[in-house]
């Protein structure tokens, strides 16, 4: 299974809104409703931001979304902080009965 | 509050074998899953597999069928992960993560243990 395809970096300025893209297959992101998009900062865990595509876990700022077209699924952060400055992966589930994951995306706040 | 407590730090041989465990509290241990994820050095996020503490079934990714098993204790509510025959490419920080659903892997993990590194070295 081969993984998600994601931009290796991406950037904005404090208050701008950034998209990272994830893309798939017709096996995977195309197929089911089971993406999900993690923010993981330097030496820690991954946290879970979105699930089921576009569902937030409580706690998880509303300026967090997620959508999907096709086999393409995005994360958009509004109001960019300096905080969210960090690696975001997104990841589905496969026909396989499998979970696949994207390379991750480096995300900095100028 | 949902915790997952995984073991300590691991250094084996190649060739070697490793088990990890990863003890859960606060919540009730059989109506979820878990994933165990790894990450090498400086990389990305690998999914290993996927154990239904409810019913025990577990999915594993291709490229480790044979050499890892996954395990749950439901009377300790604790989770095992053997993985065997250890290479120096093993060498990573392994997770386990709770997933929403004990009928199916989701892949929606939201509680992480704290990470145990394992390193693979002659």
């Known amino acids: 299974q081969s993984a998600l395809t994601q931009p290796a970096s991406v950037s904005g300025s404090p208050g701008q809104s950034i998209t990272i893209s994830c893309t798939g297959t017709?096996?995977?992101?195309?197929?089911?409703?089971?993406v999900s998009w993690y923010q993981q900062h330097p030496g820690k865990a991954p946290k879970l931001m979105i699930f089921?595509?576009?569902n937030r876990p409580s706690g998880v700022s509303n300026r967090f979304s997620g959508s999907k077209s096709g086999n393409a699924a995005s994360l958009t952060i509004s109001g960019l902080l300096a905080e969210d400055e960090a690696d975001y992966y997104c990841?589905?589930?496969?026909?396989?009965?499998?979970?696949?994951f994207g390379g991750g995306t480096k995300l900095t706040v100028l | 509050q949902v915790q997952l407590v995984q073991s300590g730090a691991e250094v084996r041989k190649p060739g070697a074998s490793v088990k990890l465990s990863c003890k859960a509290s606060?919540?009730?241990?059989?109506?979820?899953?878990l994933s165990w994820v790894r990450q090498a050095p400086g990389q990305g996020l690998e999914w290993m597999g996927w154990?239904?503490?409810?019913?025990?079934?577990?999915n594993y990714a291709q490229k480790l069928q044979g050499r890892v098993t996954m395990t749950t204790d439901t009377s300790t509510s604790t989770a095992y992960m053997e993985l065997r025959s250890l290479r120096s490419d093993d060498t990573a920080i392994y997770y386990c993560?709770?997933?929403?659903?004990?009928?199916?892997?989701?892949?929606?993990?939201?509680?992480w243990g704290q990470g145990t590194l394992v390193t693979v070295s002659s």
């Open positions: 154990i239904s503490a409810y019913s025990g079934n577990t």
């Open positions: 606060g919540y009730t241990f059989t109506i979820y899953g």
């Open positions: 089921e595509v576009s």
């Open positions: 990841s589905s589930y496969t026909s396989s009965n499998t979970l696949v």
């Open positions: 993560a709770r997933d929403r659903s004990s009928a199916m892997l989701t892949g929606s993990t939201d509680y």
């Open positions: 017709t096996g995977d992101v195309g197929a089911y409703n089971y």
